[in-house]
């Protein structure tokens, strides 16, 4: 069964660092940051490594 997990850190863009507050449904803390990596990924253009997450936690 999948929790939701709100998932708040930043980003880099060509203009500096995008702060971000995202709620994703995952399984657990770990699979809620592979999917924030793969949603601002895609729709950001932007590469992992520039993707900094501050902080992941359950809500309800």
């Known amino acids: 069964m999948d929790m939701k997990f709100e998932v708040t850190g930043m980003f880099r863009t060509s203009e500096g660092w995008q702060n971000f507050k995202k709620v994703v449904d995952a399984h ?8 924030i990596y793969s949603l601002i990924g895609s729709n950001h253009k932007v590469k992992r490594h520039l993707i900094k997450i501050e ?5 309800e």
């Open 28 to 35: 657990n803390e770990r699979f809620a940051v592979e999917k």
């Open 55 to 59: 902080e992941v936690k359950q809500v």
